[in-house]
């Protein structure tokens, strides 16, 4: 007989969770008290939370509980490096049936466990309730190290954009699964799996850029938050991007627009920020720059060669 979380038990489901997971330096008190308590060396906290929710963020026939795992806590650290901080310490909150199996929220937490190794980050507390579908919640927390945050409303006219890690790539992953394929295997393996380029945002910050995102929503949404922010306009050169063979190859097999894919997609967890050109670091590439906004083009406007990107620009709740 299948152990589910009805015959398990908030508790021992719990104790199942909790008993094998490392605490690192920074957790002063980790899970099994009523909260944790943390280190934070020089005073200040980076916190970022993010959801999961089936059926909105994730499918159980598309991405197993382990995927499901990694992708909740990528998305959270992956914020707390845009900051150019350093990640400690996570607390999940999980909703599931009580005849979802034991199992797939044992597979979860090793995902989750598996991506925070990743950093030295430790599961510090969390959660647990009963819901109609699996939720996941995130909350992940980071040090500065005496450094200052690197915000989105840093940019200045002069800087050059630079990014780091993949584009595209998850949405072409996306694309491929809701027409029923499997294949590329390994674009369907980036929307399942996120890998963001986590050493980089600490690196970045001590480069010296001026602000920094991480490419959640899509490369022209995300460059939009920073142009708002920064009270700037952004250029993106289309032929600095690289345009990967599985993304041409989605491409070619839809009718879709590779450079689309890349421009648009979002859920790769990239950081692209801005940097004085002397500052950008190696291993980044540059893909367009900062200006004053003007009559022709106000603050806050991203172009792509100099015109307005007119397709979908990236992810947004609530859209109808």
């Known amino acids: 007989m299948t152990e589910t979380l009805g015959s398990t038990g908030e508790f021992g489901l719990i104790e199942a969770i909790t008993k094998s997971l490392p605490q690192g330096e920074d957790v002063l008190v980790g899970p099994g008290d009523d909260a944790a308590v943390l280190a934070v060396p020089d005073g ?53 049936p009580a005849d979802l199996p034991t199992a797939w929220a044992l597979e979860l937490n090793q995902g989750l466990a598996d991506e925070a190794e990743l950093l030295g980050v430790s599961i510090v507390g969390g959660d647990t309730v009963q819901s109609d579908k699996i939720v996941v919640s995130v909350t992940a927390f980071g040090s ?57 945002g600490p690196r970045a910050a001590i480069a010296g850029a001026s602000s920094m995102c991480d490419v959640s929503d ?18 993106v ?44 670091p190696d291993g980044w590439t540059v893909i367009g720059s900062v200006a004053e906004g003007n009559q022709n083009l106000p603050a806050g406007t991203v172009t792509v060669d100099g015109a307005t990107y007119t397709a979908t620009t990236g992810w947004g709740h609530f859209r109808s």
Not at 49 to 72: C, M, N, P
């Open 44 to 96: 200040r906290l980076v916190i970022t939370t993010d959801l999961l929710i089936e059926g909105r963020h994730f499918r159980q026939d598309w991405s197993s509980a382990y995927d499901v795992g990694r992708k909740a806590a990528a998305q959270n650290l992956a914020d707390v490096v845009a900051m150019g901080a350093r990640a400690t310490s996570m607390v999940v909150g999980f909703g599931a």
């Open 144 to 200: 500065l190290d005496g450094r200052a945050p690197v915000l989105r409303s840093g940019a200045r006219p002069g800087d050059e954009v630079a990014v780091v890690g993949r584009l595209g790539w998850a949405e072409a992953g996306y694309t491929v699964l809701t027409r029923g394929f499997r294949s590329p295997r390994t674009v369907v393996e980036a929307h399942r799996r996120p890998q963001p380029p986590y050493a980089e």
């Open 218 to 235: 899509g490369l022209i949404a995300d460059l939009t938050h920073i142009a708002q922010a920064s009270e700037v306009v952004i250029d």
């Open 237 to 280: 050169r289309s032929l600095a991007l690289t345009i990967p063979e599985p993304l041409q190859a989605v491409a070619a097999a839809t009718g879709l627009d590779a450079l689309a894919f890349v421009l648009s997609g979002g859920e790769d967890h990239a950081l692209v920020g801005t940097f004085e050109p002397a500052d950008v």
